[in-house]
C-alpha cells in the first residue's frame, strides 16, 4: 500500500495538530532564526535604499568630489587649496567634464534683514553648482557668468533661509546683510578682529531638499542644504572674505561609466599640481556606491551566517524531536509496512512532515519579523526596507533546514525492521 505525498501531508498535518505544544516549542529556533534574517535584510536594504537617495540628491552617481585630506601629515608642507591658475588648469585638462565647480566655504555666516537674522552656511560658487548638484532654483535664477566677471553683490538663498529672513515675503530683488568678521594684525604688531556688514540683493531661492528617513533637522536628512547660502566665487574672494581660498572642487562626469575614469585623471592632475603630495582626496560617487555595496555584503553575510546558526541550533532540536517521534510511533511504522508500504514512503512521510515542521516555522518567522520592522526602526533610528526577495530567502531557508535536518529520522524510520517494530509496545 503506498503512500501518497498528499497523505503524507494530512498525516504530517495530523501530528503537528495532535501535538501542538511540543510542536510550537520545536519550531521556536526556526521562527528565532527566519525573524533575525528577516529584520537583518530589512536593516542592510533600509540603508542601501538611504544611501542611494542621499547620493542622487546630491547630484547622483556621476558626481566627482575633490576635498581637502584629513589623513594627511601637514607638518610635512603644502596647503590643501588651489589658486584661480590651478583652478583654470584642471579645467582646462577634462573637456570631458560636463560640470566644474570650484567652491569656497566661509563656513556659517550671519545674514540679517530688517532687524532679522539668521546664520546660513555661505559658500562662494560658480554656476556649474546647478548641474554638478541637480538642483534648481524655485523662485528667481542662480548665480551666472557675468556674476562672476563684475564681482556683483548677489546672493541665492535656501529655502529655509529664505523663509526664516522673509517670511511669507518674496524675496527676489531684496538686500540681505552679510557680517563678516575679518582678523589682522595692527601696524604696532597687535591681532584686532573688525566686524563689517556688506549688503546683497537676492537673486534666486533655491528649491526645497527633502529626504524621507530618520534623524536630521526635524526627520529630514537634507535640511542642511536648505539653511545654504550662494554668492559668486569672485565676490566671496574679492569682496567678502579675501583670505579665504578655494578648497574644493565639484566635478559631474557625462555619465556614471566615465565616473571612475575622470576621477583617476582628476586625481593625477592634482596630485602633479601638489608635487606628489596627497592634500586633497578624490571621490566618485559611483565607486562609493560600489564599495558600499561591497561592505553591506560583508554585513549581511555576517549578520545572516549568525542567524543561520540560531536556524541549525533549531534544525538539530526538530531532528532530535523526530528521532524521538519514531521512537513513540514505531509500531504505527510497522503496521504500514506490514500491510504494504514501502521503506520510500515512511521515509517521504517524515521528511515531509518535518519540511512542514520548519516551514511553518518559516512563516510564523516571517510574520514575527514584518511585525517588529517597525519598532527596530524605530529603536535604532534607521530606515527598514522589506522586500519579496527576503520573504523567498526566509522561506528557502527554513525549508533546506528541514530537507537537511529531517533526511536522517526519515532514513531511520524507512529502515525500521517491520517484525521489530509490531512487536514494539
Do not use: C
Not at 532679522?116 to 548638484?133: E, H, I, Q, R
Not at 526577495?389 to 522561506?395: E, K, S, T
Request: hydrophobic share 45%.
Amino acid at each position: 500500500m503506498a503512500i501518497s505525498l498528499a497523505e503524507s501531508v494530512h498525516i504530517g498535518f495530523s501530528d503537528i495538530w495532535t501535538r501542538k505544544v511540543r510542536s510550537i516549542v520545536t519550531i521556536f529556533g526556526i521562527i528565532l532564526g527566519v525573524m533575525s534574517i528577516m529584520v537583518v535584510l530589512a536593516i542592510i536594504n533600509g540603508m542601501n535604499q538611504s544611501t542611494m537617495a542621499w547620493m542622487m540628491e546630491r547630484g547622483g552617481l556621476s558626481r566627482i568630489d575633490v576635498q581637502r585630506n584629513w589623513g594627511y601629515d601637514f607638518s610635512k608642507g603644502g596647503k590643501a587649496e588651489f589658486d584661480l591658475k590651478e583652478i583654470n588648469f584642471i579645467r582646462s585638462q577634462i573637456p570631458e567634464a560636463a560640470a566644474f565647480n570650484p567652491k569656497v566655504g566661509a563656513g556659517e555666516m550671519e545674514l540679517t534683514q530688517r532687524g532679522k537674522s539668521y546664520n546660513a552656511d555661505l559658500s562662494g560658487v560658480m554656476p556649474d553648482m546647478t548641474l554638478v548638484d541637480e538642483w534648481q532654483p524655485e523662485k528667481g535664477r542662480f548665480i551666472k557668468h557675468i556674476d562672476i566677471e563684475q564681482n556683483n553683490n548677489v546672493v541665492v538663498l535656501g529655502s529655509t533661509a529664505a523663509r526664516e529672513l522673509f517670511g511669507s515675503r518674496d524675496p527676489i530683488g531684496k538686500e540681505v546683510g552679510v557680517r563678516i568678521e575679518t582678523q589682522s594684525y595692527t601696524s604696532t604688531g597687535e591681532f584686532e578682529s573688525t566686524l563689517s556688514t556688506h549688503q546683497l540683493t537676492v537673486i534666486g531661492v533655491m528649491s526645497e531638499k527633502f529626504m524621507e528617513g530618520n534623524g536630521g533637522f526635524g526627520g529630514n536628512p537634507l535640511e542642511y542644504r536648505n539653511r545654504q547660502a550662494f554668492v559668486p566665487i569672485s565676490t566671496m574672494i574679492n569682496k567678502l572674505s579675501p583670505a579665504l581660498k578655494i578648497t574644493e572642487l565639484e566635478i559631474k562626469a557625462k555619465d556614471t561609466e566615465t565616473a571612475p575614469a575622470l576621477r583617476r585623471k582628476v586625481e593625477e592632475l592634482v596630485l602633479n599640481l601638489k608635487q606628489g603630495k596627497r592634500l586633497f582626496m578624490v571621490a566618485s560617487a559611483t565607486e562609493q556606491m560600489q564599495q558600499m555595496k561591497q561592505s553591506s555584503m560583508i554585513f549581511s553575510s555576517i549578520f545572516v551566517m549568525i542567524a543561520v546558526i540560531s536556524l541549525l541550533v533549531g534544525g538539530i532540536v526538530i531532528m532530535n524531536i523526530m528521532l524521538a517521534s519514531i521512537k513513540e510511533r514505531t509500531r504505527e511504522i510497522g503496521v504500514r509496512l506490514a500491510i504494504g508500504a514501502r521503506r520510500r514512503d515512511i521515509f517521504v512521510q517524515f521528511l515531509v512532515q518535518t519540511v512542514m515542521i520548519t516551514s511553518l516555522g518559516g512563516v510564523l518567522g516571517i510574520v514575527s519579523g514584518y511585525a517588529i520592522l517597525d519598532l527596530v526602526a524605530g529603536f535604532l533610528d534607521i530606515k527598514v526596507a522589506a522586500s519579496m526577495q527576503m520573504i523567498w530567502v526566509a522561506l528557502m531557508v527554513s525549508v533546506g533546514v528541514g530537507l537537511i535536518f529531517g533526511v536522517f529520522p526519515a532514513v531511520r524510520a524507512g529502515n525500521l525492521d517491520p517484525v521489530l517494530a509490531l512487536r514494539e509496545e
